[in-house]
């Protein structure tokens, strides 16, 4: 137990030293002309080197605003806000969603056409309409992925309440706190660490993985490549299955970045007492409350 008090002291230590050298030393894993400095920069997105610099940033944050409430506060508004305006932009995708399913029935029932070619800014871009088809299933990922804090946000997650509603303020906000600490954070933890490998799987070759030390990683670095993997599962069908790899970090990032303010939000209200409740909450309306103050006047 004592060795294992040691690594987390030494690695916390460590995790300070590494921020200050990758941000004094940029060039060593942002220079991707620089084949060592990509398989730098792919190593250390997945490892747990990255966690603790991670980790390092959460501890000073969290001292910060506990010193002062206000700048935790800031956090919890910022980090709402990001969820809220990258899931209302996101939202958007399902329209164009049913406007693109809508347009390939129309194309296929009516015009019998097998490809639909666009010329923006004069460059020609054809596909045929399976690839668009296919293609649907990026704007309903689109909209898993990237609406999925912002619903957390608007309290729009179903849940199963077997003892919360019956226990006091405080105790609710112990609850919250315990959730946001020991299943959000480390599912978003444990799922980044290996969907990072998995995204770069199919942009890199050779193939890296998350068992991959840093000196094998640079050893690599003599025959990497770049190799976007674009294999459909239809011969003429959509092959950029890249950009969903991209869409679950984007999702992790998310629920990660949502968890933390979660937990923020918990905590000050569990400070604060009740009547902190929902503060700075910006939660969308469809105009019932307009509705309700009308109908009183």
Not at 96 to 109: A, E, K, T
Not at 128 to 147: D, F, P
Not at 225 to 247: M, Q
Request: glycine letters at 8%; aromatic letters at 18%.
């Amino acid at each position: 137990m004592l060795g294992g008090l040691t690594w987390l002291i030494t690695q916390i230590g460590l995790g300070f030293y590494n921020i200050a050298y990758a941000v004094s030393h940029p060039g060593l894993w942002l220079n991707w002309s620089d084949k060592e400095s990509l398989l730098r920069f792919v190593y250390y997105g997945g490892s747990t080197e990255f966690f603790f610099a991670v980790f390092d940033i959460f501890l000073v944050l969290t001292v910060a605003g506990l010193i002062w409430r206000p700048f935790m506060w800031g956090m919890v508004r910022l980090f709402e806000g990001i969820a809220n305006w990258v899931g209302r932009a996101a939202a958007w995708a399902g329209l164009i969603m049913v406007g693109q399913q809508i347009i390939i029935i129309f194309l296929q029932s009516v015009f019998r056409l097998g490809e639909i070619t666009m010329s923006p800014l004069g460059i020609g871009f054809s596909h045929s309409i399976t690839w668009y088809a296919e293609g649907l299933k990026l704007w309903n990922a689109a909209v898993i992925a990237l609406c999925v804090s912002y619903a957390f946000v608007q309290g729009s997650h179903v849940r199963v309440d077997l003892i919360y509603a019956g226990v006091s303020h405080r105790a609710k906000k112990c609850i919250d706190m315990f959730g946001a600490l020991f299943f959000m954070i480390p599912f978003a933890v444990l799922a980044w660490m290996y969907s990072w490998y998995f995204l770069w799987r199919h942009l890199i070759t050779p193939k890296v993985s998350a068992s991959d030390q840093l000196d094998l990683m640079l050893r690599k670095a003599r025959i990497v490549k770049w190799n976007v993997e674009r294999t459909g599962f239809s011969p003429d069908g959509f092959d950029y299955y890249f950009l969903f790899k991209i869409l679950i970090l984007s999702f992790l990032a998310l629920v990660f970045l949502q968890a933390v303010a979660f937990f923020y939000r918990s905590l000050l209200e569990f400070l604060e007492g009740e009547e902190s409740q929902d503060k700075y909450l910006d939660r969308d309306s469809l105009g019932e409350g307009e509705e309700m103050y009308e109908g009183t006047h």
